[in-house]
Antibody, heavy 121, light 108 residues
Framework: QVQLVQSGAEVKKPGASVKVSCKAS????????INWVRQATGQGLEWMGW????????GYAQKFQGRVTMTRNTSISTAYMELSSLRSEDTAVYYC??????????????WGQGTLVTVSS | AIRMTQSPSSLSASTGDRVTITCRAS??????LAWYQQKPGKAPKLLIY???TLQSGVPSRFSGSGSGTDFTLTISCLQSEDFATYYC??????????FGPGTKVDIK
């Protein structure tokens, strides 16, 4: 079965960077885009961007341009999301998500369990 | 970016009630709309995509309708496990994919 397993919670100081991992299993990693969505406590869902694990191509929400980098290691079926210049407003749960099936890459059927990133001095 | 709005932002209902949630897009998105259910501390769960297609395994009491700019999610007979927050999402025009602000359904 398809699984996305994320790395554990992080506590960072303002100005630092965080790198969250998302290990995929149960399917061919390079066949489906990985998207990242975040959710501040008590708030809604915010899409950050996508990455094609086959080509490494990425697309980021304008809000995060220049601060976010999405990469992958195909040998271990793992995607990464790195966010730099952290500020308190970046405190949130970060999710990786995969599409329902080919041709529905933006319909998120599969989600990681979420990674809480806390930014605090 | 396409802006998604939802109404109401919250509602109180009883088990057995029929519940309707509305989602509106700031411009036409054809039927490129999905609905998700999220419970506290959990990742969202896909309920409906293409505005009205029920995801496999989702109970048939959930249904979706609409196209263009106006959409609805209906729960025909609310069950205890349906108390949650519901989000709509457009995937017609991206980046960015955008979500509605959510509708919290709680117990009356």
């Amino acid at each position: 079965q398809v699984q996305l397993v994320q790395s554990g919670a992080e506590v960072k100081k303002p100005g630092a960077s965080v790198k969250v991992s998302c290990k995929a299993s149960g399917y061919t990693f390079t066949s489906y885009d990985i998207n990242w969505v975040r959710q501040a406590t008590g708030q809604g869902l915010e899409w950050m961007g996508w990455m094609n694990p086959n080509s490494g191509n990425t697309g980021y929400a304008q809000k995060f341009q220049g601060r976010v980098t999405m990469t992958r290691n195909t040998s271990i079926s793992t995607a990464y999301m790195e966010l730099s210049s952290l500020r308190s407003e970046d405190t949130a749960v970060y999710y990786c998500a995969r599409g329902n099936r080919l041709g529905q890459q933006l319909v998120y059927r599969y989600w990681g369990q979420g990674t809480l990133v806390t930014v605090s001095s | 970016a396409i802006r998604m709005t939802q109404s109401p932002s919250s509602l109180s209902a009883s088990t057995g009630d029929r519940v309707t949630i509305t989602c509106r897009a700031s411009q036409g998105i054809s039927s490129y709309l999905a609905w998700y259910q999220q419970k506290p501390g959990k990742a969202p769960k896909l309920l409906i995509y293409a505005a009205s297609t029920l995801q496999s395994g989702v109970p048939s009491r959930f249904s979706g309708s609409g196209s263009g700019t106006d959409f609805t999610l209906t729960i025909s007979c609310l069950q205890s496990e349906d108390f949650a927050t519901y989000y709509c999402q457009q995937y017609y025009s991206y980046p960015p994919v955008t979500f509605g602000p959510g509708t919290k359904v709680d117990i009356k």
